[in-house]
């Protein structure tokens, strides 16, 4: 591990993790897509899968179904569903298996409304107060006086709009934990990534005393990235997650519900570990040098290898020799100087990237003329 | 508890009620004088007469608010010093008998506090600013929460006018009170010598554009004020003023869950911003170098946006580059582009000479960025040791220095290296000529925490050396830490920040601008334009082809303000008009 200027964690235990990653699709997922999806989550410390919302009555087939393909797993994570009250009714089947709901915090909410929910509901009640952020504080004291009167065992804090700075994280949170007895109410932070602080709110969240962080894997504009979360947790030791099985999880996503991730995304995304540019250079040099372990990480804090992934050099209009060099020492071609400078020479000149055929053909062309 | 009721209040016909209204008249603007006169009398700093006044020059360039009860009598006051203009000029004269001198500065604390970068700022950002004081109550209201209302009133006056800025010297045990009420201590201390009297002063600052929760009753009273000349504040029976019930000591934040000036310290002319997109998104995989004409917007784009300094490029690095730089900095020239431009080079004094080339060709000032990678994983992987870098980067800065190029040291991925090899390079960095000093976390592996730090180490490193230079921050994003990370270094005192229009560059990218943006208007009120923004961001779509931006609240209408904002600023519209 390489020493940084960051700061140990003020707490020696990870905050919980509830995954949302299903819940963001617009139906409630399959059974096979259910199960392929726990499987992957093994190892990666997931209390919580949020599956989805429950809309109509008819629903509740499909979520029998559900809950038994999660009866299979040796250390079944609970399933949390958010229910479309009062569409989705309220069948026995939610005091019989116990199913964590999750419900919206709204004026509608009466109070008996809500004692009625917890107490068909002996799976837990999440109430979601989905505009912390914009709550004056005696109506925040307000919403946890009666999630605690009502039996309500978790509270999440939610930021829609990505906000605040984390002094008001830390504010916020430890305000809310402030009105709640010891030992009540479980809290949990989930922010929206709208203005690029999702991650760093959880983390400050998790300083300042929740209990567990709501995200989903890939981000996207809603949810904290789980797959930066865990690294960051992995990082300071709090959390021995299978990170390198994190591109399997893309992969199904991407094969199950065609979600595409931007090119760019943390961890994840197509061209985090595939240096075009400046930085390139020493990547390839470490490579040649037969450092492996040095060029993962001369450049990212994020080694490729510790998601499950690869390191890759192109090359294009801001490569250097370098970059040439290992593309034909990649692919077992003469690394003579003319062929460098030729290719380089090419490739500078074009607009974007060159794809491989591109310099297949740029070889063959120089090493005809 | 009481309720706070405005006079606009179609419910409410107050029958008993304290009237707070702008001071006007001459037997109004005496008893509050008079009424100055007897409360520091009681604190010792002279002795009562009942016919004394206590009037100063910087009366004349005031304006005053007053509560009154219902009989008229006058029971408290405030005012604040207008940088500009005499209003009751002639009042104060006459009440003074014209014996006032000129005032010796333009604000009262300015015999005490050195805030001078506040009101640069104010400049810079064309906000009007002015001193509260002379902040009096009755004796027989005092500790009844009038001292609340009066702070609501004289804020709803400055509203009136406009006033956007507002500074306060007060005594160290009224901070937190006035902390309470929007304000922010400046880190300063004076003491005030009057009669014979030494009182330490702490000077606060409030921007009141950013007034939240309660604060909101001060918009109220600024509302009625405009419209109707006094705001009402009703009382029940014989009941004295109190505080609502919530508790406001200090244990609980103000509404918006953000202190309304954040952290992002004022004391400084703002925080500058470095665009790099044309330096950086082109080293993505999936970026295209759009042609050198659409590349020359970028200048014009990020003017438009308030951005403070860009970058070209490096010339070295291609012959299109080269090729961009030079073009740029012609274009730059020929249309006396005023913002500072400049390029990255490697620690060689070959990469310098490329640059003052373009520099004397085009005539155009051109700064140069020195990259070094001082990093333990760095060194090993290129083959160094200290000393070289140390060498590496002495050489380049006095080639530097012989080109006459301006040079900012660019410290790569200071996050995972230790002091030990840092602080021989900030050294090296200001005895050989830098100008700047930047911090950049290539690799992403800081957090905030570790920002600040290692911020906080350099600050500390270059006072104690006693090198005037400028700190710079800029973070790539490869751990989904990058916008906090730089706001964390801007708290920290960095004086600039590096970002990329959608945050482009390679693998992870960097800093989104867009973010900063955003941040930094909502923080600290730096202003931007929705068009200008959409303009730069339309310009990102078309041109560098890049996937899935990151969204903003609003979406791609960036300047989309919550909720509350939308409420606040529709106020402060009515106020203003």
Redesign the interface.
Known sequence: M??????EPSRSCAPRIIDCTLAQFDTLPGERQLAGWLSLLEGFGVHTVAVGSVRHLQDWHRVERLLQVADRFKEPPCLEFNLDYPACGTPSLLSERGIRCRLLAMASNAESHLRSVCRHNPGGVTLVLHEA??L???ELSRWVQLSQNCGVDRLEILSK?????????E??VR?AQGLAEPGGLEFVWSSY????????QA??AWEAGVQAIRGCVG?R?GSV?LE?LW??LHQQKLLDVPLERCAELTRFLEQEWEM????????L????????????S?VC??LE?G?PQ??E??????PASAVGRKLEI?V?????PAHVRHWLRSHELSQSPEWVDGLLQRA??S???LSDLELVDMVDLLSDG | MQVLVSSDHPAVAPAESLHFRELHQREELHQYFLLRHQVYAAQGYWRADSRQLDIDAYDRHSRFVGCFTKDGTLIGGARFILGEGEPNAALVDELSHGQLPPRPHLYHSQSLFRFDPVLQYARNQGKQFVEFGRTVIHPDWQRAGLGVLLVHAIYGLAHCYGIELGLAAVPPRLTRFYCNLGCRVLQQRGVNQASGIDTELVPLIVDLQRLHGRLRDSLRAGRALMHRGEWLYALHGEQRLSLEAFDWSGDAPGHGWEPPLSRLPLLRSGVGLHDDTLGTAFGSPSAKVPDLKVRREVLGLAAALGIDSIGLGSPWRAPWEEEQVAELAAFARSTSFVLPLSCDVRARASDVESVARIAQSSQQPLEVKIRVGCSPVRQQCEGWDLVRVLEMTQATLRACSREGLAATLLLEDPARTPAHILEPLYHTAFQDGAQALCLADTTGAARPSGVRRLVQHARDFLSGHGYDARLEWSGANDASLSVANSLAAIESGVQSVHATLGGAGERAGNTSLEHLLVHLRRLSGRPYTTEALSAYRDWGATHLFWLDWPEIAGGLNVAAPSPSEARQERKLQEVSR
């Open positions: 390489i020493e940084t200027w960051n700061e952020v914009e004056h504080p005696l709009q990505g906000r605040p700075w984390l002094p008001g994280v504010d916020l305000f990534d709208s203005l690029g602080l999702a991650l760093a983390l400050q981000g504009l990235p930066a690294f960051q595409e991730l931007s090119v760019h995304h943390p961890l995304g197509p061209d985090v570990f595939c240096s075009a540019g400046v930085a390139g020493a040099q470490a040098a450092q040095v060029a990480s001369v450049y990212s804090a994020v192109a294009g209009p801001c490569s250097r500078q000149q607009p974007e990237v």
